[in-house]
């Protein structure tokens, strides 16, 4: 059965009054026939059918053994890292998601958790970082904010090798272009704020495992811990997660569209979309995806912060503003946004250079969406002959 056809089925009838949506259990507690005697549920932190449901759907979608639904994806990640002691070793993609960054530096470092950044598109620099502490390897392909992507399938084999568990935050690729368990991931994250729920409307994130006993220690986890999913939030994303293969079609195909006229326009130094031939990582993605998705990155020839300020003021359909993965395109600038926390150097250093911006590709009209840019990038032009000539007159 096609992917989509088996997701749409994935999501049940209830049984109780044959329902077409997901019922939300908008309850704390469930009443027992006698101590310890149940109908599945005893108390919502635990166990909600509402978020049962959305995990056992994400489980399918994304072929593992189960799945755990949370508060945020940052809260999904901080699950995954829950399952080191002290003393133990991750190492990581360089170009990490900001979040995920700070959690590791500002938290789990004094509880004596180390992390090794390598630049993960080359699966030796992991191979070569691994040592008898390395205990998680931590991708994001693809990356943020410059599309890199890295070899799951040639990272999982060395990490079984050496008897590491490999997470993989597949936020930007979402469950329908891209299933690191089938390509040997132990774990899946997502951040389900982005595609999955698609709709920029909640906060929420998820873990997948490969094995049952994973997934049991995840959910131990959660229940430890307590970062669960509300029933609301849960049923939203499984609203959301209804049309996931419909909207990432066509998340693709404008994104594509776009990233080949940004490639042509005299304005634009650098185009990063793994779509295009050009990109260094392209044949990877194209092994392991069955799509581009919808986030291009661009550096601009003016490459500065002002300049690349001018232009995303200066779109009209694209919204300024963080976050990815909506119906509405979104437009940022990463020194001045995403990246403001990374000193200077160590951000052009990782590739994100001054005026590098980066676009969530929505749902709209893709001629309207170049047209968009391309008025931008001119009123960038005509506002830096403007500056310039205010200076002559200034000058002079
Ligand atoms: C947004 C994001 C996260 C964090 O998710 P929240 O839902 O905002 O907590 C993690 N990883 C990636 C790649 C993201 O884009």
């Given at each position: 059965?096609?992917?989509?056809?088996?997701?749409?089925?994935s999501?049940?009838?209830?049984p109780l009054?044959?329902?077409?949506?997901?019922?939300?259990y908008?309850?704390?507690?469930?009443v027992?026939?006698?101590p310890g005697?149940?109908?599945?549920?005893?108390y919502?932190?635990s166990?909600?059918?509402?978020?049962a449901?959305?995990?056992n759907?994400?489980?399918?979608?994304?072929?593992?053994?189960g799945?755990?639904?949370?508060a945020s994806?940052?809260?999904a990640?901080?699950?995954?890292i829950?399952l080191?002691?002290?003393?133990?070793?991750?190492?990581?993609v360089?170009?990490?998601y900001?979040?995920?960054f700070?959690?590791?530096?500002k938290?789990?470092?004094k509880?004596?958790i180390?992390?090794?950044?390598?630049?993960?598109?080359?699966?030796?620099?992991v191979?070569d970082?691994?040592?008898?502490?390395t205990?998680l390897?931590?991708?994001?392909?693809?990356?943020?904010?410059?599309?890199k992507?890295?070899?799951i399938q040639s990272?999982?084999?060395?990490?079984?090798?050496?008897?590491?568990?490999l997470?993989?935050?597949?936020?930007?690729?979402?469950?329908?272009l891209?299933?690191?368990?089938?390509?040997g991931?132990?774990?899946?994250?997502?951040?389900a704020?982005?595609?999955?729920?698609?709709?920029?409307?909640?906060?929420?994130?998820?873990?997948?495992?490969?094995?049952?006993?994973?997934?049991?220690?995840i959910?131990?986890?959660?229940?430890?811990?307590?970062?669960?999913?509300?029933?609301?939030?849960?049923f939203?994303?499984?609203r959301?997660?209804?049309?996931?293969?419909?909207?990432?079609?066509?998340?693709?195909?404008?994104?594509?569209?776009?990233?080949?006229?940004l490639?042509n326009?005299?304005?634009i130094?650098?185009?990063?979309?793994?779509?295009?031939?050009?990109?260094?990582?392209?044949?990877?993605?194209?092994?392991?995806?069955?799509?581009?998705?919808?986030?291009?990155?661009?550096?601009?020839?003016?490459?500065?912060?002002?300049?690349?300020?001018n232009v995303?003021?200066?779109?009209?359909?694209?919204?300024?503003?963080?976050?990815?993965?909506?119906?509405?395109?979104?437009?940022?600038?990463a020194?001045?946004?995403?990246?403001?926390?990374?000193p200077?150097?160590?951000?052009?250093?990782?590739?994100?250079?001054?005026?590098?911006?980066r676009?969530?590709?929505?749902?709209?009209?893709?001629?309207?969406?170049?047209?968009?840019?391309?008025?931008?990038?001119?009123?960038?032009?005509?506002?830096?002959?403007a500056?310039?000539?205010?200076?002559?007159?200034?000058?002079?």
């Amino acid at each position: 059965m096609n992917s989509a056809t088996q997701l749409i089925h994935s999501i049940p009838i209830d049984p109780l009054t044959g329902s077409i949506s997901v019922p939300i259990y908008q309850t704390s507690t469930f009443v027992q026939e006698a101590p310890g005697i149940n109908k599945g549920y005893d108390y919502a932190r635990s166990n909600n059918p509402t978020r049962a449901t959305l995990e056992n759907i994400i489980t399918k979608l994304e072929g593992g053994a189960g799945a755990s639904a949370f508060a945020s994806g940052l809260a999904a990640i901080d699950a995954v890292i829950k399952l080191l002691a002290s003393g133990d070793e991750i190492i990581a993609v360089d170009d990490i998601y900001g979040g995920a960054f700070r959690l590791f530096s500002k938290i789990y470092q004094k509880f004596g958790i180390n992390v090794k950044y390598v630049d993960t598109s080359n699966p030796q620099n992991v191979a070569d970082a691994i040592s008898p502490k390395t205990k998680l390897i931590w991708l994001e392909s693809p990356s943020n904010p410059t599309l890199k992507i890295s070899d799951i399938q040639s990272i999982a084999t060395i990490a079984q090798e050496q008897n590491v568990l490999l997470c993989v935050d597949n936020t930007f690729a979402s469950p329908a272009l891209q299933q690191p368990i089938r390509l040997g991931a132990d774990l899946v994250v997502h951040s389900a704020t982005k595609y999955i729920a698609g709709h920029s409307d909640l906060i929420a994130g998820l873990v997948v495992s490969k094995t049952k006993a994973l997934a049991e220690q995840i959910q131990f986890i959660q229940n430890a811990s307590g970062a669960i999913l509300g029933p609301q939030d849960s049923f939203l994303t499984i609203r959301g997660v209804e049309t996931l293969h419909l909207r990432i079609k066509q998340h693709c195909i404008n994104a594509q569209t776009l990233a080949e006229a940004l490639y042509n326009n005299p304005a634009i130094d650098k185009v990063f979309y793994p779509g295009l031939v050009t990109h260094p990582n392209h044949k990877i993605a194209a092994k392991q995806q069955s799509g581009f998705g919808g986030i291009i990155s661009f550096t601009l020839k003016e490459d500065t912060v002002e300049a690349a300020k001018n232009v995303v003021c200066n779109t009209q359909l694209f919204k300024l503003a963080e976050s990815l993965g909506g119906v509405k395109s979104l437009i940022s600038h990463a020194a001045t946004m995403t990246h403001k926390t990374i000193p200077d150097n160590q951000r052009r250093a990782a590739g994100v250079a001054d005026s590098l911006i980066r676009l969530s590709v929505g749902l709209e009209d893709v001629k309207d969406l170049i047209e968009d840019i391309e008025q931008a990038l001119k009123s960038n032009q005509t506002k830096n002959l403007a500056q310039l000539y205010e200076e002559i007159f200034v000058t002079n």
